[in-house]
Nanobody
Framework: EVQLVESGGGLAQAGGSLRLACAASGFTSDDYSIGWIRQVPGQEREGLACIHKRDSDTYYRDSVRDRFTISSDNAKNTVTLQMDSLKPEDTAVYYC???????????????????WGQGTQVTVAS
């Protein structure tokens, strides 16, 4: 059974940092991508960052490129999103997402996602 277990998130002050982690299990393919997608109620989901396991390629949404860093700990099969210089507009529920394909699909406007994490709230206070 494929599982994505998220940790991290919470409350930060504007300009501060938070780290999210996504532990993936239950599959053996290395042709997959894990990314982070956030959702604000009433707004479209936003794909933020993605890493492809086999290629180690990383992709970012322009609005977070200089502030967020995605990385992978292959030994632990965990993907981390380090979020720095947080802004109040970063407040959202953040989801870890798995796609058995490339990041381009996962970060598309109509994201290709095979499995979702449970979501974690990130709140940035001004």
């Amino acid at each position: 059974e494929v599982q994505l277990v998220e940790s991290g998130g919470g409350l930060a002050q504007a300009g501060g940092s938070l780290r999210l982690a996504c532990a993936a299990s239950g599959f053996t393919s290395d042709d997959y991508s894990i990314g982070w997608i956030r959702q604000v109620p009433g707004q479209e989901r936003e794909g933020l960052a993605c890493i492809h396991k086999r290629d180690s390629d990383t992709y970012y949404r322009d609005s977070v490129r200089d502030r967020f860093t995605i990385s992978s700990d292959n030994a632990k099969n965990t993907v981390t999103l380090q979020m720095d210089s947080l802004k109040p507009e970063d407040t959202a529920v953040y989801y870890c997402a798995l796609y058995f394909g490339h990041c381009v699909g996962l970060l598309a406007t109509k994201a290709h996602v095979d499995y979702w994490g449970q979501g974690t709230q990130v709140t940035v206070a001004s």
